[in-house]
């Protein structure tokens, strides 16, 4: 091989390692999780932690408290203490985790929850469920009513049952029936 195809060839493999470093670099993912964990401020953590854990089956995981000083360091808080309870959806560091926070010192204004329309904001929760029966069970054991005429059918074997939570945020339970 002479000089000029040696140097043709070295050129043409920088110029593809150079590409591809950038393709690279372009095809990085944004965001290091796909999973979104949520805050749902509320105003009775007890009626909460017994509609997320025993109405809809979300299971408690390690919580935590944020000081006064650090939630106003975070731009969160007002100079309130913030106490955290987390629950996840699933197993696994990908599960979804629900952080229902409350604060000792304040009570926070309740939005108007009338309907997803009625206030600016997160309206809903989507969780997909693996049994719309056994959802349905354990709503009717927890006294929790029903919205609108669902369980709907969305098709095939799909149903979605909403609801809301004791502050009024609805909740979308989609997934199969048995029958």
């Given at each position: 091989m002479n000089f000029i195809s040696k140097t043709l060839l070295l050129s043409a493999v920088c110029g593809f390692l150079v590409s591809s470093v950038a393709n690279a670099q372009e095809e990085k993912p944004v965001f290091s999780s796909p999973t979104v964990d949520l805050g749902i401020v509320v105003g009775d953590m007890d009626a909460s932690v017994k509609f997320y854990t025993e109405a809809l089956g979300a299971k408690e995981v390690k919580g935590f408290t944020a000081s006064a000083e650090k939630a106003s360091a975070f731009g969160l808080t007002d100079n309130l203490e913030a106490v955290i309870r987390v629950f996840v959806l699933g197993e696994g560091p990908g599960a979804t985790k629900l952080k229902l926070m409350s604060f000792p010192e304040s009570k926070p204004a309740k939005p108007d929850q009338k309907f997803i329309h009625s206030t600016i904001g997160v309206s809903y929760l989507t969780l997909r469920v693996t049994d719309m029966d056994v959802a349905l069970k354990r709503l009717a054991d927890s006294?929790?009513?029903?919205?609108?005429?669902?369980?709907?059918?969305?098709?095939?074997?799909?149903?979605?049952?909403?609801?809301?939570?004791?502050?009024?945020?609805?909740?979308?339970?989609?997934?199969p029936r048995a029958d």
């Open positions: 006294k929790i009513k029903l919205l609108g005429k669902t369980p709907s059918n969305l098709s095939g074997n799909m149903y979605l049952t909403t609801v809301q939570d004791p502050d009024g945020n609805f909740i979308e339970l989609i997934g």
